[in-house]
């Protein structure tokens, strides 16, 4: 049976209305920014495949590192054990996280990765003995598809049919007003029970792209500190480079408690995440009982190829060559977004780092919009893999995107925009 047969017998794709949906392309390769399909037609690959690889599909170098981890040791429980993969990425991580970030728990994905911040909070106040149980997050914001993760996150056709078992979160609104923003804000922590606070700092991805500075970030930072409030970036997203510096919390003043990294930790070979957090958080959880311990854990806890791969990845990213490309793309992104921000179709065209956003015009928006389901076919016909978020058109690419393979994607979406009423 062929790929599609056998895709049609048994798979239940994510995100998906199977029933509807067209056929899924069989991909045969990948190379650099390039997807194959078992016809052999290429498509430049504009969405890092959900935002997770930044070098590129079948880099190999990371795959060198990988094949020779596999020989050595694939994996160990991880409750008792150890290994040098695990250490060595730790170690090298904390070269860019900001300075108080100094543990590192260990996972399988950004949503886990969220969950445990989030249990991580509620006991670090219960073991001090504190009743704080509130959590306060942005508006729009999307955090995973776990429980807790969809709690924090915006009340959506996600969550809906789970809405009578998500615990409550208090929204605040997204800071697109700062001072409506900052002062909703306080008056949640007047009421001295919150326990902490997650945002996605400088860019909400799944909600359309949407982007706020970092000097607004801060304050909102500042003030939870001056009620002595839990901090929680989730870079899941915004992580290793996407906003332009590494972590886009390298752009904060003030320090956060938590950090959730997954997506392009790995360079989009292999899952894993890492919650980090301060000595602080790690010290309220140290006793001569095991009921004051942090008692979560996954079978593949810091798996070494895993591993491996991440610090293969984040080598890759702190040369000279990447950061370059990193910069390039952001340019690239710039000079196109001031070449159409006038067109008649295009409304709030946004950038930070290698995201570039827009809005289409149109009279239906939303992640069910129409106008989606018609902009990804065009995209594909024209060998480009974009998925836009309802009306909002953006490109996040991996950062060894030829200049003519981006020009490639910007002339699809200007093709595009002569297809929308």
């Known amino acids: 049976m062929s790929i599609s047969e056998n895709d049609k017998k048994y798979v239940w794709h994510p995100f998906t209305q199977m029933k509807t949906a067209p056929t899924p392309i069989p991909i045969v390769k990948g190379k650099g920014t390039l997807l194959i399909d078992e016809n052999g037609k290429e498509y430049i690959d504009a969405i890092s495949s959900w935002w997770v690889n930044i070098h590129g599909h079948a880099h190999p170098y990371i795959a060198e590192k990988i094949s020779k981890q596999l020989l050595e040791l694939e994996h160990v429980l991880f409750a008792g054990f150890t290994h040098k993969p695990a250490t060595d990425l730790c170690e090298k991580l904390s070269r860019h996280l900001p300075a108080n970030q100094h543990k590192f728990f260990f996972s399988g994905d950004g949503s886990s990765a969220v969950e445990i911040a989030l249990k991580m909070s509620i006991q670090y106040w219960k073991n001090k003995g504190e009743k704080r149980q509130r959590i306060l997050a942005l508006e729009g914001g999307y955090h995973g598809e776990t429980f807790g993760a969809m709690s924090a996150g915006a009340k959506s056709i996600f969550s809906q049919p789970f809405e009578d078992y998500l615990f409550s979160v208090n929204h605040l609104p997204f800071p697109s007003d700062e001072e409506k923003t900052l002062s909703a804000l306080k008056q949640e922590l007047e009421n001295g029970d919150v326990a902490c606070f997650i945002f996605e700092p400088l860019v909400q991805g799944a909600s359309g792209m949407r982007m706020y500075s970092e000097t607004t ?179 996040i690419p991996p950062y060894c995107i030829k200049d003519s393979e981006l020009k490639k994607v910007y002339k699809s979406i200007l093709s595009a925009l002569e297809k929308v009423e």
Not at 258 to 274: A, D, E, N
Request: with cysteine; aromatic share 8%; charged share 20%.
């Open 217 to 395: 970030l801060d304050k909102m930072i500042r003030l939870c500190k001056d009620y002595n409030v839990l901090c929680i970036a989730d870079e899941v997203m915004t992580g290793f480079g996407r906003t332009g510096t590494i972590f886009a919390c390298n752009q904060l003043k003030e320090d956060v408690d938590f950090m959730c990294l997954s997506k392009s930790l790995t360079g989009g070979t292999l899952p894993l995440s890492i919650t980090t957090c301060s000595d602080e958080i790690y010290s309220s959880f140290l006793g001569d009982t095991l009921s004051k311990a942090f008692l979560h854990g996954h079978s593949f806890t810091a798996n070494p190829i895993g591993c491996t791969a991440a610090i293969a990845s984040l080598e890759l990213l702190e040369k000279e060559e990447c950061q370059k490309s990193i910069a390039h793309i952001s340019e690239q992104h710039k000079a196109f977004a001031s070449t159409i921000q006038h067109h008649p179709m295009i409304r709030n065209i946004r950038q930070t780092g290698t995201i570039l956003a827009m809005d289409i015009h149109t009279s239906e928006t939303g992640y069910s919009s129409n106008v989606k389901d018609m902009l990804y076919s065009h995209f594909i016909e024209n060998g480009v893999i974009l998925r836009p978020l309802g009306n909002v058109i953006y490109i």
